[in-house]
């Protein structure tokens, strides 16, 4: 059965740090691009960053270039997402997402992140 679980989320004062994990199982990890997306209140749903499968290859928001960093262990079968510099406007629902060659396309629950003082 296919699963992306997202953790790391929480509570962080403005210029904090979190760490973000989506571990993945069920399906042939390394042959996906991963994604991290957000959707904060009352907005729809961003591409924060993406990696290609093999990790060669990133992708970043404007709004996060230089401040978050994606990464990934095909090992592991997890993707991870470095944030540094919080920001308040980073507050958002952020979800993990596979897509297949087919663009088949497979979620995660999503993991909060809250930026505040």
């Known amino acids: 059965q296919l699963h992306l679980v997202e953790s790391g989320g929480g509570l962080v004062q403005p210029g904090g740090s979190l760490r973000l994990t989506c571990a993945a199982s069920g399906f042939s990890f390394s042959n996906y691009v991963m994604s991290w997306n957000r959707q904060a209140p009352g907005k729809e749903r961003e591409l924060v960053a993406a990696i290609a499968s093999a990790g060669g290859i990133t992708n970043y928001a404007d709004s996060v270039k230089g401040r978050f960093t994606i990464s990934r262990d095909n090992a592991k079968n997890t993707i991870y997402l470095q944030m540094n510099s919080l920001k308040p406007a980073d507050t958002a629902v952020y979800s993990c997402?596979?897509?297949?060659?087919?663009?088949?396309?497979?979620w995660g629950q999503g993991t909060q992140v809250t930026v505040s003082s």
């Open positions: 997402k596979a897509r297949g060659i087919l663009g088949n396309t497979y």
